[in-house]
């Protein structure tokens, strides 16, 4: 079995955060309005793309009603929208939208990953949180020598380097660190609505990101 799918199936079994444990059932029982008719995913969600990937991308967490409902990152929110579009842009995701795993999308050499699997209240995961969910996070990074690395936001940023045992530069979106490796570690701000509907991120400042990611 290929290693990425062993990963996963370790990912969705996990119960080490009660608080989390929790929030993300309660969410898929008491669901939202809009999706009442839909059976929410529930749990944490897997790792998503290319199993043969050489380029990554750090996002936060699943969304209660994105990622949690759907069981796939960046799936059916508008955070989705923006990362792939940006990506279908570059020519990584094979379409621009993302509703619902049987939707058609496919990822081209490249993985999504989290520094939390589970739905956070808020979207904050807590920081013992983040540490249980660091151990799925270790393993990703040492499945092969990674070409770049693309952090979603100043927590994934910050992971990233902490896990890889690396000093970090100051988070600003367009950061790029390059290692003695010579993996590309690059910083975009993460795709949230607080940042798009604001303008503090805009798509030519997302599609700069990924394109140095892709460089």
């Known amino acids: 079995m290929n290693p ?6 370790e990912i969705v079994e996990c119960r080490r955060c009660p608080r989390l444990v929790e929030w993300r059932e309660r969410v898929a029982r008491e669901k939202r309005k809009s999706f009442a008719a839909e059976t929410y995913w529930g749990r944490p969600v ?15 967490a ?21 990362i792939y579009r940006a990506l ?16 058609g999308l496919e990822l081209r050499g490249a993985l999504i ?21 660091n151990v799925f996070l270790q393993r990703v990074l040492a499945l092969r020598e990674w070409k770049s690395i693309l952090c979603l936001g100043g927590i994934a940023w910050d992971n990233v380097h902490r ?7 100051a988070f600003s979106h367009g950061a790029t660190n390059r290692l003695s490796s010579g993996l590309l570690i ?11 509907f604001t303008g503090r991120l805009t798509e030519p400042m997302l599609d700069a990101a990924v394109a140095a990611w892709l460089d």
């Not at 896990?163 to 530069?169: A, C, F, H, V, W």
């Not at 690059?186 to 798009?196: E, I, L, W």
Request: aromatic share 4%; glycine share 10%; charged share 20%.
């Open 4 to 9: 990425i799918a062993v990963l996963n199936e």
């Open 46 to 60: 897997p790792l998503f793309g290319d199993p043969d990937a050489e380029r990554l991308i750090v996002g936060l």
């Open 62 to 82: 699943p969304a209660a009603h994105g990622g949690n409902r759907t069981g796939r990152m960046f799936t059916g929110d508008r955070s989705g929208d923006w």
């Open 88 to 103: 279908h842009t570059a020519g990584v995701a094979s379409q621009a939208s993302s509703t619902h795993v049987g939707d």
């Open 113 to 133: 990953a989290a520094t939390a699997h589970c739905a956070p209240p808020d979207n904050k995961p807590l920081p013992d949180e983040l540490a249980n969910c």
């Open 163 to 169: 896990t890889l045992g690396e000093r970090k530069p």
């Open 186 to 196: 690059v910083a975009s701000y993460h795709p949230s609505q607080q940042n798009t």
